[in-house]
């Protein structure tokens, strides 16, 4: 039960999301006790975002890989690294320390300034990253046009 989320849209929900969080209150084994939060709800990073970024790890892939052999998900963890760092990742009692850090759980805003971090830092070892203007990416660099 660790690390159940509820959202509320609308107040109309409110009994209903309240009956199943006490149901998981009751069932909680209080070995631990537990914290309730309440915060604005932010939406996670995109497909537009993630699907980009993966692309971009394939094209520094390429561009890399004239002088050293790279693979995509090398540069994906290089970037990572560089840019998110790394976390320990706890799993029951077992703690894996020095994790690189996932963008899975990232807020788009979050996504995003990684995203801007990676493109500049293409564009400073010689590499042109394509955004294409329907991309959120694109879209959120130029709120104009």
Not at 88 to 98: E, R
Request: proline fraction near 4%; charged fraction near 25%; hydrophobic fraction near 40%.
């Amino acid at each position: 039960m660790n690390g159940e989320f509820w959202l509320v849209r609308q107040r109309e929900e409110i009994d209903s999301v309240l009956k199943y969080f006490r149901k998981h209150l009751e069932d909680w084994n209080y070995e631990k006790p537990v914290a309730w939060s309440l915060a604005p709800f932010a939406d996670r990073r995109s497909v537009s975002q993630n699907s980009l970024f993966h692309l971009w790890c394939a094209e520094m892939s390429l561009h890399f890989s004239k002088k050293v052999p790279v693979s995509a998900e090398d540069m994906k963890a290089i970037l990572k690294n560089n840019f998110l760092g790394v976390e320990d990742v706890v799993i029951g009692n077992t703690v894996i320390p020095a994790q690189l850090k996932s963008t899975t759980k990232l807020l788009k805003g979050e996504m995003h300034d990684f995203m801007e971090q990676v493109f500049h830092w293409g564009l400073d070892h010689g590499v042109t990253l394509t955004n294409p203007k329907e991309s959120e990416f694109y879209r959120a660099r130029n709120p104009a046009g």
